[in-house]
């Protein structure tokens, strides 16, 4: 993640970047689904990041953000938990 000064922002911003985190979600998720198997690991850590990229780049930008609402902290904690690794398990369920 890029360091970037915790800005104040309009709810409404977080909120609309929480959607997108979580269409690029369920996209990373029929995505990692329907990956091959690959005998390289590296190859297959490669091919993981490259679908993961889009979340990380949303969940950078809602970081970034101030929450002022209880919308704009759910976003926050969406992203927080993208960054870990657990949005996909947590919201979408692992199957």
Not at 34 to 52: H, Q
Not at 65 to 92: C, M, N, P
Request: one cysteine or more; aromatic letters at 6%; glycine letters at 8%.
């Amino acid at each position: 993640m890029q360091a970037c000064p915790l800005r104040r922002s309009d709810d409404s911003e977080l909120v609309l970047l929480c959607g997108e985190l979580h269409e690029a979600a369920m996209f990373a998720e029929r995505r990692l689904k329907a990956m091959p198997d690959y005998a390289d690991t590296l190859e297959e850590a490669a091919a993981i990041e490259a679908i993961l990229q889009p979340g990380e780049v949303i969940a950078d930008r809602i970081l970034c953000l101030h929450a002022v609402t209880s919308d704009g902290v759910e976003a926050r904690l969406r992203a927080a938990l993208w960054k870990q690794g657990e949005y996909i398990g947590t919201y979408l369920g692992e199957g």
